[in-house]
């Protein structure tokens, strides 16, 4: 049997695309247990349940695990999944960082271990496994607090386990640019699922821009991205913006008022929304999982994927030291996207 783990849609989708990739027949699917664990957000919890219901649809199990719902439910939720990690051949993950996940992997003795796609924090993971780091997400600006000792034993255990060993194997199912960490096997992932099962989409006329949780993960200058959002509108009559599930209301309706943008709240990862359609001719993002992912999920249509640097000036004082640097990366490895100079600022006052 095999048990997958997801916290976020984008993965829940992506375990639905690996697992008809590994399959060879249509009851595949039946052969895998997702077991959802839902944060506390109401975007991220909304777009899970709707996956979730898509998942079912393709005749895969989804158990929907409260794992944060009060002081009780960690210890509930590990005593109620100890028989399924102990029983499971493989197990599949979409968040490598994740502290539950972390903990829940020390539990299994699974002889393979699947990490599908998360974003682009599949490429930072990639690169630590491959150094021998400690898994850190890139936005992060230091692990040395209390938690951080508390949970080292877990993560230090938890990442033996993404090494392979003889009685190990180790798959990462992606569509960004990771080399092979030693002993690690690669599996491109082409959304070859999603363009079979919905599209061709309809084109329309205008450009659609993807918003970022940058701000909110305090990466970048909420005055310089609400500006540089309004440029690229202008200059490429831009007219809806799909945001981000973990874009704040405030930041969203003060986004609104100064570029006078539709804001879409979309209900699926953006890939079934644009694959599904209707969506622009041209796609505008900041560096983002969806510059490498939609100009797979796009080919074949007219649609073109263009993506804007990030500007030095635009990063506040708590962005981590390797924040420029890794976005940088996240754009110049974009090979089906169209890159798009920064706009610049005379001065960025940070808020």
Not at 177 to 196: D, F, I, K, Q, S
Not at 221 to 234: I, K, M, N, P, T
């Amino acid at each position: 049997m095999d048990l997958a783990f997801v916290e976020s849609p984008v993965q829940l989708l992506n375990v639905l695309e690996w697992a008809h990739a590994e399959g060879s027949d249509d009851h595949v699917l039946t052969d895998i247990t997702v077991v959802v664990l839902p944060p506390v957000d109401p975007m991220s919890r909304g777009q899970l349940r709707r996956m979730a219901q898509l998942a079912r649809d393709e005749g895969v199990h989804v158990r929907w695990q409260e794992a944060r719902g009060g002081a009780g439910a960690p210890l509930k939720t590990l005593r109620s999944l100890t028989g399924l990690l102990r029983s499971a051949e493989r197990i599949v993950i979409g968040d490598p960082f994740s502290r539950y996940v972390q903990l829940l992997l020390t539990l299994t003795r699974a002889r393979h271990l699947t990490v599908v796609d998360d974003g682009t924090a599949t490429m930072e993971f990639a690169a630590q496994l491959a150094c021998g780091e400690s898994l850190v997400r890139w936005h992060r600006k230091g692990g040395s607090g209390p938690r951080e000792r508390v949970l080292a034993p877990v993560t230090a255990r938890a990442r033996s386990r993404f090494t392979p060993s003889a009685t190990r194997t180790v798959e990462v199912f992606t569509a960004l640019p990771v080399e092979a960490p030693p002993g690690v096997t690669v599996t491109p992932h082409t959304y070859a699922w999603t363009r079979a099962r919905f599209g061709p989409p309809l084109l329309t006329r205008g450009a659609d821009l993807v918003g970022t949780s940058l701000v909110e993960t305090g990466v970048v200058d909420q005055y310089a991205y609400l500006e540089a959002v309004g440029s690229l509108a202008r200059t490429h009559h831009a007219t809806r913006y799909f945001a981000h599930r973990r874009e704040s209301t405030d930041k969203l309706h003060a986004l609104e008022a100064a570029t006078g943008l539709e804001i879409v709240r979309p209900d699926l990862p953006l890939e079934l929304i644009a694959r599904r359609g209707p969506i622009g001719r041209t796609i505008l993002s900041f560096p983002s999982t969806v510059v490498h992912t939609l100009p797979l999920v796009l080919a074949g249509t007219e649609v073109t994927v263009a993506v804007c640097d990030i500007a030095p000036e635009w990063l506040r004082s708590t962005a981590s030291p390797r924040a420029q640097g890794f976005l940088s990366g996240v754009t110049e490895t974009a090979r089906g996207a169209r890159r798009l100079a920064p706009w610049r600022a005379a001065a960025v006052t940070e808020g």
